[in-house]
């Protein structure tokens, strides 16, 4: 899944791979998938892309957005991108294959699920695209300590730090994958509520939050993620199933996997005691 580095990694190598190409032919829908979703009719695209050139991309939370004159191509967090030179073997399962004039082509496939959107500028009103073009991206100076701080206000005290983080859109992009290593860095228990996150605690928690987004994002996205390239990101995980038999780094206790809203959280119990109540106020 592509959360905020990784969709930001992958704009940036499309602004340096195809911005300014022009589209010659584009496919959409073409490999049977149960789990792709196309805004409007998939078999209109081609229709609406060829012969426009390719603008900025750009990433909105864990989505990208290409511009294509007033068309706008956007990929959802479940959408692998890849990028093929001319000549090169192409895959033969796509949901999305746009090709250039000068052979090379951007191929997409979805694992899971995924969306595909090809609308003119302004004409899409899916609620996660928009709340993820109105939130302030946490790696944006806007997204700073005052910011963050009030997220809580609108929060139940019961909520976990995970579902405070990771659900209801609150910060978007920000998913179940870089929050692991959020939480660790913050010494935080996934579970811990909200009631008995102190000011000191929150505090932490923002500066943690900034610190790995921003280290995940300048290696280029984490290992357990493939950019547009089909490189594993330059980030490694501290907590991810590829880390779970590795003893914890800093105390070398072993870390803990366990289902919890949708999803596993890997922690250290050591490093992140569960705390039941505010201690430090
Ligand atoms: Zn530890």
Do not use: W
């Amino acid at each position: 899944m592509l959360e905020i580095p990784e969709s930001r990694t992958i704009a940036d190598q499309l602004n340096k791979t195809v911005k300014g190409k022009k589209i010659s032919r584009v496919i959409a829908g073409f490999s049977p998938h149960g789990f792709a979703f196309f805004l409007g009719n998939p078999g209109d695209y081609s229709e609406m892309l060829e012969g426009k050139t390719l603008g900025n991309a750009a990433a909105l939370s864990g989505m990208v957005e290409i511009e294509a004159g007033k068309m706008r191509i956007l990929f959802g967090d479940g959408v692998n991108l890849r990028y093929y030179e001319s000549g090169s073997k192409l895959p033969e399962k796509h949901q999305f294959f746009m090709e250039f004039f000068d052979g090379s082509a951007v191929v997409c496939t979805i694992q899971m699920y995924g969306g595909i959107s090809v609308f003119q500028e302004g004409k899409n009103e899916n609620p996660y695209y928009l709340t993820a073009r109105e939130k302030t991206n946490p790696l944006t100076d806007a997204f700073d300590e005052s910011y963050f701080l009030s997220l809580f206000d609108d929060v139940k005290p019961s909520f976990s730090a995970k579902a405070f983080l990771a659900t209801e859109q609150r910060i978007p992009g920000l998913g179940n994958g870089v929050l692991q290593d959020i939480l660790f860095n913050a010494g935080i228990h996934p579970k811990t509520k909200i009631s008995a996150l102190s000011e000191k605690d929150r505090k932490r928690l923002f500066k943690a939050l900034k610190k790995t987004l921003k280290s995940m994002t300048d290696k280029g996205g984490r290992n357990t993620e493939r950019d547009l390239f089909g490189k594993t990101g330059g980030y490694k995980t501290i907590l991810s199933s590829k880390t779970l038999k590795d003893p914890c780094p800093v105390c070398g206790t072993m870390i803990v996997r366990q289902a919890f809203l949708g999803g596993n959280v890997y922690f250290c119990p050591i490093c992140q005691p569960l705390k039941q109540r505010c201690l430090d106020e």
